[in-house]
């Protein structure tokens, strides 16, 4: 793996050549500027998780009938626009470089780096407008220190 400053960019990246995978590293203030657009994807996200948890008895039955050849829902349609909606909210964030952690929360991390090593921006839909806490990547949520 490579750390490399992106020209003209305060940000940094992280390539593993191997798989061509980059991983956006973002300072605080980075952080910061994108929670104004990050706050209504992860409000949708928390909105449809409730509604497909609402669904769950429902299409736990239709799964363990559709073994038989049976099952089905009577608001399959709804459901799976929902299922569609979480996939299409994580794939913004993802493509922006943030990591979601915990749809029902709206928990989501910014990799960062502190004190040379890559670290975790973690930030809450309840919390405020700036990033207040971070964690190694080990420690997790419990691990929360702030910044």
Same mark, same amino acid.
């Given at each position: ?30 952080? $910061? ?26 299409? $736990? ?65 309840? +919390?405020?407008? +700036?990033? +207040? ?15």
């Amino acid at each position: 793996m490579e750390l490399r400053q992106r020209p003209g960019a305060g940000a940094y990246n992280m390539a593993c050549w191997s798989s061509e995978i980059v991983m956006k590293l973002f300072t605080i203030a980075e952080a $910061n500027s994108l929670l104004p657009s990050v706050r209504p994807i992860v409000k949708s996200i928390q909105r449809s998780h409730r509604r497909v948890i609402s669904f769950q008895t429902t299409a $736990n039955h239709a799964a363990a009938g559709a073994d038989s050849g049976g099952g089905g829902m009577a608001q399959g349609p709804k459901y799976a626009r929902l299922l569609i909606d979480l996939s299409l909210g994580a794939g913004q964030l993802e493509s922006l470089g943030v990591q979601l952690k915990d749809y029902g929360q709206g928990l989501i991390d910014f990799p960062s780096m502190r004190d040379g090593r890559v670290v975790l921006l973690c930030w809450k839909a309840d +919390e405020g407008d +700036e990033l +207040e806490w971070w964690h190694d990547l080990e420690t997790g949520f419990g691990g929360r220190q702030p910044l």
